[in-house]
């Protein structure tokens, strides 16, 4: 749990980095930004507080040694020697550019902040955050012209929504990463700062919730997708925590093995970490998960039933076909 109630920021600089495949080049700042109370209670609660509350959580990797992963050694140059803030901001700026690549990229602002202070357990870390601003908002601001009050277009960078960023802090492997842009490119995470995800608790629960997802949607037959909520159901009902071997074993009764194999290969690419058995994802957490898949019940392509209700539960779905009519009778318990 990370606190940032005594946190502040010691150093921030601004660089411009560009797309290196339109060989746009870069820009970077001859000394550090000034800093107010104003402008640290804004960065404070608009950037540094939703980078420490994500789920997303990361950590350096390198084919053969983390030292050699740029953005370690970088920010481990300045949590050591905090006077090398601006060079080393250069650096990863300059890193930056060079993972720039993809044709959908868009240059911008790139910024650096050194905060201190922050709270990790019992101890206090230094954190680095960094931010690239591939867009800008449109907003109006009003001038007084002479007596009238003229609106004029500007373009600025939003307070409200993180574009790309990171906090790495001194203390920890872990990595706090955002990517609100960038599905198609993934170069934030895959090449500039080329960290994986860690297996947490929460990650764990999003990859379990993933694959009853895709299970559900691998069923074609209606009857079958009933059995498998309710088994999964009731498994998760009668102990306090699922293991992913519980899951695995419950989808091979209704799926063929490869269906299944084929579903835990792709979450686990999507996740970036190993779906053994061992996993386990508390019930309490799982349950809310598996009844938003299990309330939605395909009738037929392209209809589906939902259940909004919590103590409504589908026993039974009965289609026909007939010419270009389709008849279904819907047997629901109302649980009192």
Known sequence: MIDISSAKIEKIIIHQVGNKIREEGFRFSDKEANINENLNDLLLKHYLLPLSKTNSCFQFYHESDITLNEMH??????????????????????????????PNISGGDFIVILFSDIKLKDSLSYGIATLRIENKDDYLDIQDNNGVFQPLEKSGISLTKIQKGALIL????????????????????????KAVPVKTK????????????????????TSTLLNINDELDRKIQSSDEI???????????????????????????????????????????????????????????????????????????????VDNKIQAIIDITIKE
């Not at 481990?76 to 006077?83: A, C, D, L, W």
């Not at 929460?202 to 037959?221: F, H, Q, V």
């Not at 293991?243 to 209704?254: E, M, W």
């Open 243 to 321: 293991s992913l071997k519980d899951i695995k074993d419950i989808a091979k009764k209704h799926l063929n093995s490869e269906d299944v194999d084929t579903v835990l290969t792709r979450v686990s690419e999507k996740f970036g970490f190993e779906l053994s058995d061992d996993i386990i994802i508390e019930s309490k957490d799982l349950l809310p998960v598996a009844k938003k898949i299990s309330n939605k019940t395909k009738i037929d392509d392209g209809i589906s039933l939902l259940i909004t209700d919590k103590n409504h539960h589908i026993d039974n779905v009965s289609v026909t076909k």
């Open 170 to 193: 001194s203390t920890t492997n872990v990595i706090f990463a955002i990517d609100n842009l960038g599905q198609k490119t993934k170069y934030w995470l895959d090449s500039f700062l």
């Open 202 to 221: 929460a990650s764990c629960l999003r990859a379990g919730g993933e694959i009853l997802k895709s299970i559900s949607t691998k069923i074609k037959e």
């Open 73 to 102: 050694q970088f920010s481990s140059r300045i949590f050591n020697n905090p006077k090398t803030f601006k060079d080393q901001s250069i650096n990863i700026a300059k890193h930056l550019y060079s993972a720039s690549t993809h």
